[in-house]
T-cell receptor, first 116, second 117 residues
Framework: AQKVTQAQTEISVVEKEDVTLDCVYETRDTTYYLFWYKQPPSGELVFLIRRNSFDEQNEISGRYSWNFQKSTSSFNFTITASQVVDSAVYFCALSENTGTASKLTFGTGTRLQVTL | ETGVTQTPRHLVMGMTNKKSLKCEQHLGHNAMYWYKQSAKKPLELMFVYSLEERVENNSVPSRFSPECPNSSHLFLHLHTLQPEDSALYLC????????????????FGPGTRLTVL
């Protein structure tokens, strides 16, 4: 069975600090995809990034960066120079192909609080 | 309307009521999902529909009954719920039925906050 672990339940930082959110996953599939979603207080999950199991290149998008390490089954997310608007719950997810639709296994989420 | 919409946004019901949650996606997707989000628990996948056929049903109690009349609409019919069913119910859609379906990200609606008294 697939599993995603986000060990950090809550993180509090002061604005402009860098913060890393950890994600560790378990799967027996050789081909899989990993995702990060952001859930602001409004409730809607917002897609941030997708990464496939064959691409271990790190990715940077503005203040966001992701570090995928297959050897340690980790897909960590770093926010550089955090801002108050980054306050949200962040979910890591692992996909499973059911054949006709994608099925996501989510971690329990990390609540990030950024204060002034 | 754009993206995925859900109505109502908030719902309070008694255990003997019957109500329905509605989800509509405006993205041209052909797969739709219902998730339950309870406090301090991972999002739980409840149902998956692809091309209007149910392809996944994760041992959800029969008091939850999904309906997918077309690829743009998804309903969750509720009856005789229990207080532990109080949660945020999220709908999502994705482009499915392709050779690389697990690559496709899911787009989520804002959810319906359900309280069962």
């Amino acid at each position: 069975a697939q599993k995603v672990t986000q060990a950090q339940t809550e993180i509090s930082v002061v604005e402009k600090e860098d913060v890393t959110l950890d994600c560790v996953y378990e799967t027996r599939d050789t081909t899989y995809y990993l995702f990060w979603y952001k859930q602001p207080p409004s409730g809607e999950l917002v897609f941030l990034i997708r990464r496939n199991s064959f691409d271990e290149q790190n990715e940077i998008s503005g203040r966001y960066s992701w570090n995928f390490q297959k050897s340690t089954s980790s897909f960590n997310f770093t926010i550089t120079a955090s801002q108050v608007v980054d306050s949200a719950v962040y979910f890591c997810a692992l996909s499973e192909n059911t054949g006709t639709a994608s099925k996501l296994t989510f971690g329990t989420g990390t609540r990030l609080q950024v204060t002034l | 309307e754009t993206g995925v919409t859900q109505t109502p946004r908030h719902l309070v019901m008694g255990m003997t009521n019957k109500k329905s949650l509605k989800c509509e996606q405006h993205l041209g997707h052909n797969a739709m999902y219902w998730y339950k989000q309870s406090a301090k628990k991972p999002l739980e996948l409840m149902f998956v529909y692809s091309l209007e056929e149910r392809v996944e049903n994760n041992s959800v109690p029969s008091r939850f009954s999904p309906e997918c009349p077309n690829s743009s609409h998804l309903f969750l019919h509720l009856h005789t719920l229990q207080p532990e069913d109080s949660a945020l119910y999220l709908c999502a859609s994705s482009q499915g039925y392709s050779s690389v379906v697990s690559y496709n990200e899911q787009f989520f609606g804002p959810g319906t906050r359900l309280t069962v008294l």
